[in-house]
């Protein structure tokens, strides 16, 4: 694996590495706690393992966290499941969220943008007021610390102004995006009964209005627990019987006051994708993702007071909730409401021209589709302020890398960053003092052992593994909702190699220190015995200009062989002819191995994703193995379940 790139795509020069946070937080943790002055990253990422509890501790000392109540050890149970952090500290998320409004009280914390694309500046004083004034409303309805609190909301100010107010009074949150049907939302929030509901009447997506006041009747009649309602008229219409007016409650001039809560207190609760099953509700705690994303944003994403952080996310995805705390490092945070592709496919780069941003996140997805629709951000957008351009929700393809580089321009940091919703973090990725190299992700994150393991935990070096990570992380779920006994947070990470974390991807860790990511393990490719990524087949496979998208599964068969078909989505005017089924067969082999063929290649009418934009390859296996439609999949969690319909028939026929 390490020598297929050897030249790096990009490099950092001396002077950006020297500014970097991450070089001055090197020098003052060597000098003050022991940490390598010399060796670079790898060095520091070494100590950082190594000396875990002394790594958490310069965190918490660098980022000047306020304890109100002082921690016994930053460690005390170090097992996991269960590991204990900071045992007896007292804190609160949203004091640190608003400290910047302090200095800069005038500037902007937000920068809110709609499908006009023009930026509305919501400042810090600004900001600070609103969650005073709703926190101490929110306090009248009688909510307490531990009280779920609910958003059915866009990317709006609002929202950000509702989480931040909830986590003041110690209150917990949890939001979807008002394009989840019902039956999804309720999914979620059912399961954390919820005390308060904030919502709008609708949304604005793709240039038309999408009225969503049934929906909101819906869920004020199954949420049984909901105390107060609280209406924010996105299309202007008045509020519902028995609803609260946003603005009545967010009127007044009170200083927010912090409820200070312990290190492990929830902060919020956020689902899982749910394909095969009800989403697993996942509790993340106030201090674990204070100290995580401050190392997150604050040391690898490298965002300080003037920088602007925009990704292109809804309130549904762990990305929102990463992109709201980019005000923990006073950085002014870009909210887009709308649709990622309106009015044409170059939307996003627009915002990012017009707001200013100095990191660009996005997925890997909205890369490859600006690459096919030939746009070309660089030559027709201001990007100068861009340093950095990000992709996650899948592995960013090689090509993808190239076009970044030849397309936005040649002196920018590709991040390319790996994580998960169960720990709303990244586990690798960015880090703005390491070359970049086309199709791998820069290094593992610091305090975090990532490891590649082959099935009997032997750790790998340049060859295909489990990622496993060894060492507690402080943003790992403090417990999943209703999980009593804790069974099921343990049998989803956990029961493959006890006491270490399991994500559930393919990676390689190269010799350079690089990481490699390969798609789902769950639904490996594994053929004569040799497994296989489905991203690799997909990044060969989506080069073809004919092709929009493609879903590979494999199958093992009653008979004991193996069936792997390829289901590929074209472009409008193309055609599955026998020209293009040798060219997709010649691509796979020439570009992976005769292995990779598949057996089948089959044309369907749209590929089916997760409502956060994942293509589903589990639930379409089970259909495919006969398993029925409504035990396959969880019908809520789809984004088209139509398409479905045809895997189903498939098995039918197949069958």
Same mark, same amino acid.
């Not at 089970?622 to 984004?639: F, W």
């Given at each position: ?30 000098? $003050? ?11 520091? $990422? ?29 460690l005390g149970d170090r097992s996991m499941p269960g590991a204990q952090w900071f045992p007896g500290a007292t804190l609160n998320y949203a004091e640190h969220a608003l400290r910047a409004a302090a200095t800069r009280a005038d500037e902007p914390a937000l920068l809110h943008v709609d499908e006009t694309h023009e930026p509305h500046p919501v400042t810090w004083a600004e900001l600070r007021r609103q969650v005073g004034s ?18 059915y909301l866009p990317n709006i100010p609002q929202a950000v102004v509702a989480l931040l107010a909830t986590a003041s009074v110690g209150g917990v949150w949890t939001s979807c995006a008002p394009d989840f049907g019902a039956r999804s939302v309720l999914d979620r929030f059912q399961q954390v009964e919820p005390v308060v509901l904030f919502t709008v009447d609708g949304y604005r997506y793709g240039g038309k209005e999408h ?259 060894? @060492? ?9 909702? @209703? ?42 490719? @594994? ?68 292995? $990779? ?49 045809f895997y189903e028939d498939l098995a039918r026929k197949r069958a």
């Amino acid at each position: 694996m390490s020598t297929v790139n050897p030249q790096p795509l990009w490099q950092p020069d001396p002077e950006r590495i020297a500014r970097a946070r991450i070089t001055r937080f090197q020098t003052w943790a060597a000098e $003050h706690h022991g940490a390598p002055a010399e060796g670079g990253y790898a060095a520091l $990422h070494r100590w950082s393992v190594d000396e875990l509890d002394t790594f958490w501790k310069a965190v918490t000392e660098w980022f000047d966290v306020r304890f109100s109540s002082p921690y016994a050890r930053v460690l005390g149970d170090r097992s996991m499941p269960g590991a204990q952090w900071f045992p007896g500290a007292t804190l609160n998320y949203a004091e640190h969220a608003l400290r910047a409004a302090a200095t800069r009280a005038d500037e902007p914390a937000l920068l809110h943008v709609d499908e006009t694309h023009e930026p509305h500046p919501v400042t810090w004083a600004e900001l600070r007021r609103q969650v005073g004034s709703l926190a101490a409303e929110l306090r009248a309805l009688g909510v307490r610390p531990g009280d779920r609190v609910s958003g059915y909301l866009p990317n709006i100010p609002q929202a950000v102004v509702a989480l931040l107010a909830t986590a003041s009074v110690g209150g917990v949150w949890t939001s979807c995006a008002p394009d989840f049907g019902a039956r999804s939302v309720l999914d979620r929030f059912q399961q954390v009964e919820p005390v308060v509901l904030f919502t709008v009447d609708g949304y604005r997506y793709g240039g038309k209005e999408h009225d969503r006041r049934d929906t909101v009747a819906e869920l004020r009649r199954e949420l049984p627990t909901l105390r107060a309602v609280v209406h924010i008229p996105l299309l202007g219409t008045a509020a519902p019987e028995g609803a609260l007016e946003w603005e009545t409650l967010t009127g007044a001039d009170t200083d927010p006051v912090f409820e200070q809560v312990p290190f492990d207190h929830p902060l919020w609760v956020l689902y899982s994708s749910g394909t095969t099953g009800l989403p697993k509700a996942i509790v993340q705690s106030q201090g674990g993702i204070l100290v995580e994303h401050l190392k997150q944003l604050g040391l690898h994403c490298d965002l300080g007071p003037e920088d602007r952080f925009f990704w292109y996310t809804s309130t549904g995805w762990m990305m929102w909730n990463f992109l709201v705390s980019g005000l923990l490092t006073g950085t002014t945070i870009v909210l887009y409401d709308g649709s990622p592709g309106y009015p044409d496919t170059g939307a996003q780069w627009r915002v990012a021209e017009r707001t200013g941003a100095t990191l660009f996140g996005t997925s890997a997805a909205y890369v490859m589709a600006c690459r096919k629709a030939e746009v070309h951000p660089g030559r027709d957008h201001d990007l100068s302020r861009v340093a950095c351009v990000a992709t996650t929700g899948s592995p960013l393809p090689p090509d993808g890398f190239r076009w970044l580089h030849d397309e936005v321009r040649a002196d920018l940091w590709i991040a390319s960053v790996s994580g998960g919703t169960d720990v709303c973090s990244c586990f690798a990725g960015a880090v703005p003092t390491l070359p970049v190299h086309i199709g791998e992700l820069q290094a593992p994150g610091l305090g975090t052992d990532l490891q590649s393991w082959d099935p009997d935990g032997n750790p790998l070096t340049d060859e295909v593994g489990e990622l496993v990570v060894t @060492n507690p992380m402080p943003s790992m779920p403090i417990r999943f909702w @209703n999980d009593p006994d804790g069974s099921r947070y343990h049998d989803s990470y956990f029961d493959t190699y006890p006491g270490v974390w399991r994500h559930g991807d393919w990676i390689t860790l190269t010799s350079r220190g690089s990481v490699v990511i390969h798609g789902r393990s769950d639904s490996t490719l @594994n053929r004569q015995g040799v497994r296989m990524g489905s991203a690799d087949i997909y990044e060969a496979v989506e080069r073809l200009p004919e092709i929009r998208e493609s879903l590979v599964i494999g199958i093992e068969q009653p008979d004991g062989g193996y069936w792997m078909p390829l289901f590929v989505h074209l472009v409008p005017g193309a055609t599955l002819d026998e020209t293009l089924l040798t060219r997709i067969k010649q691509t796979i082999r020439e570009q992976l191995s005769p292995r $990779h063929v598949p057996d089948e290649i089959i044309q369907v009418p749209g590929i089916p994703h997760t409502l956060t934009g994942k293509r589903i390859e589990v639930p379409v296996k089970r259909l495919l193995q006969g398993t029925p439609l409504e035990k396959a999949v969880n019908p809520g969690s789809i984004d088209n379940l139509d398409l479905l319909h045809f895997y189903e028939d498939l098995a039918r026929k197949r069958a």
